[in-house]
């Protein structure tokens, strides 16, 4: 199926897709500090720069989107149709980097915390109240924030990842 705009304007579309500072990670942020977390933003010496660092804790949370992270079984994510092919390949090499990012983390003994788009969108102050509790108390080096996909209202944590690379 051929794009519906032009290539010019699908280009300036593109563009303005933020990495950084983007709305699901600034309410994080908010969130936390309101409880009382300091933390540092992408810190480069870490891998993969999370969005996210709490020294004090040796925490490094990722603030995803579903789409360009490629979040298996949710609800606000699907292969493109056009140029699926691309999309395939691009969005597995996204996940790969993460799953390579989050593993050297952990190697190098820091807590990791993902936080999907989807539970901000299901409940963002539920979310960040399961992040405060990981923070804290958590045991496992490894933790997902997410919404189940039967409960659009509510989400999660779990541990450890399945580590699944089929999109």
């Known amino acids: 199926m051929a794009d519906i705009v032009e290539p ?12 950084r500072n983007t709305r699901p990670e ?11 977390f300091r933390f540092r933003l ?4 870490l891998a993969g720069q999370p969005d ?4 004090k804790w040796r925490t490094a949370i990722f603030v995803n989107g579903c789409f ?4 298996a079984n949710c609800p606000y994510f699907r292969v493109p149709k056009s140029r699926s092919e691309f999309w395939q390949k691009k969005l597995l090499a996204n996940r790969r980097r993460d799953t ?15 936080i999907w788009e989807c ?3 299901a409940d963002a102050q539920n979310a960040i109240h399961i992040a405060d509790d990981l923070i804290r ?3 496992s080096p490894r933790w997902e924030i997410s919404q189940p996909p039967s409960d659009r209202t509510s989400c999660h944590a779990s541990s450890p990842l399945a580590g699944k690379e089929d999109i």
């Open 8 to 19: 010019e304007v699908r280009s300036r579309m593109m563009s303005r897709i933020r990495g």
């Open 26 to 36: 600034t309410v994080v942020r908010s969130g936390l500090w309101a409880r009382g």
């Open 42 to 45: 992408h810190v480069r010496g």
């Open 52 to 55: 996210i660092v709490l020294p």
């Open 68 to 71: 360009w992270h490629a979040h």
């Open 100 to 114: 390579a990012a989050v593993a050297r983390l952990v190697e190098d003994g820091w807590k990791v915390i993902t």
């Open 119 to 121: 539970a901000l969108r």
């Open 137 to 139: 108390n958590a045991d």
